[in-house]
Nanobody
């Protein structure tokens, strides 16, 4: 069984920064893709950013230049550095990991951008 535990969400003012972390635990050989999705109230879940073991990174257009994803393969941990946050970034952020043919999800962490 694989578990993903997220941390780092919270309330921040517009223009502020937050860093999310997600650590994977369990029995597995390697994690091919780690990434972050988000879901705002009344909207579909959308990809924010993802990174592969080979270093390929993908960002949603809405966060390019503001967010940065990184991973520590030795710790099976992925990070999301979020800068210049906007009210429209408010959402529940979910960590995801693809291991073999299976995808796993964290429980989600709330990010609220408001003055």
């Amino acid at each position: 069984q694989v578990q993903l535990v997220e941390s780092g969400g919270g309330l921040v003012q517009p223009g502020g920064s937050l860093t999310l972390s997600c650590a994977a635990s369990g029995t597995f050989f390697s994690i091919y893709v780690m990434g972050w999705y988000r879901q705002a109230p009344g909207k579909q879940r959308e990809l924010v950013a993802s990174t592969t073991t080979g270093g390929r990174i993908n960002y949603a257009d809405s966060v390019k230049g503001r967010f940065s994803i990184s991973r520590d393969n030795a710790k099976n941990t992925v990070y999301l550095q979020m800068n210049s946050l906007k009210p429209e970034d408010t959402a529940v952020y979910y960590c995801t990991a693809r291991i073999g043919a299976s995808s796993y999800w964290g429980q989600g962490t709330q990010v609220t951008v408001s003055s």
